[in-house]
């Protein structure tokens, strides 16, 4: 007995009715994104109003929304305003407490060499004697970048140092600047050496950096080891 084979039906699809089928098929996407955007911006709307109710009703306002608004922007802008002085006037006070650190870190860097033993004074009702090796003294001007340690009013006693082992940090040196074509006396908080042989680095107290020169020891024309004021 012989089997009849049927092919089951299958349904063509013209060319058109594709370009009809996928143009329907981003229209309906359109309305979709299109509902979807629309109920996010009902729903954000509705979000920012009872947002400005609460506010408003925390604040005791009885301004309109427009109002309202308006004066929230006016008050951020102001205390933006405010924030910004803030931050200049902290940076400034930044670097005050920047250069008043750089400042105080002298009083690590005082010198803990002796250079007069208390048997070479002799203290007398009417004087009193210092024994100091080859002393010599010295005045000051009104610069204050030693101040207070050294004002206008103290004067010197130094000594000429013999040679650049002599120097330690934290002692006070006068030198010659060929820098400022002028003697100046300051302490010195760093001692090294390079290829032009031994150097010091000084600072004043009172100034906030360095001195820019390395001093060489040809340089220095004395050595602090006394003030009366």
Do not use: C
Not at 75 to 103: D, F, H, P, W
Not at 161 to 171: N, R, T
Not at 185 to 195: K, Q
């Amino acid at each position: 007995m012989r089997k009849i084979m049927r092919r089951g039906y299958q349904k063509r699809y013209s060319y058109d009715d594709k370009k009809i089928f996928i143009g329907l098929t981003a229209i309906t996407m359109l309305l979709i994104i299109a509902l979807v955007l629309v109920a996010l911006d009902y729903f954000t709307v509705s979000y920012k109003d009872r947002i400005i109710q609460a506010y408003k009703q925390e604040t005791n306002s009885q301004l309109s929304d427009t109002e309202f608004l308006e004066e929230v922007i006016e008050q951020n802008q102001e205390q933006r305003g405010q924030i910004e002085l803030l931050e200049v006037e902290l940076a400034e006070k930044g670097l005050l407490i920047q250069r008043l650190v750089g400042q105080s870190s002298i009083n690590f860097s005082i010198s803990t060499i002796r250079r007069i033993d208390k048997e070479d004074i002799r203290f007398y009702d009417d004087r009193i004697i210092i024994y100091v090796d080859k002393p010599f003294g010295a005045m000051f001007t009104g610069s204050k970048s030693m101040y207070p340690f050294i004002n206008k009013y103290a004067l010197a006693i130094e000594i000429e140092p013999e040679q650049a082992s002599d120097i330690k940090v934290g002692d006070v040196i006068g030198y010659e600047s060929k820098t400022l074509n002028e003697s100046i006396i300051h302490r010195v908080i760093e001692t090294g050496s390079d290829e032009q042989g031994w150097y010091a680095i000084t600072k004043g107290d009172n100034n906030p950096f360095p001195d820019s020169e390395k001093v060489r020891f040809s340089d220095i024309s004395g050595l602090l080891v006394g003030l009366i004021y």
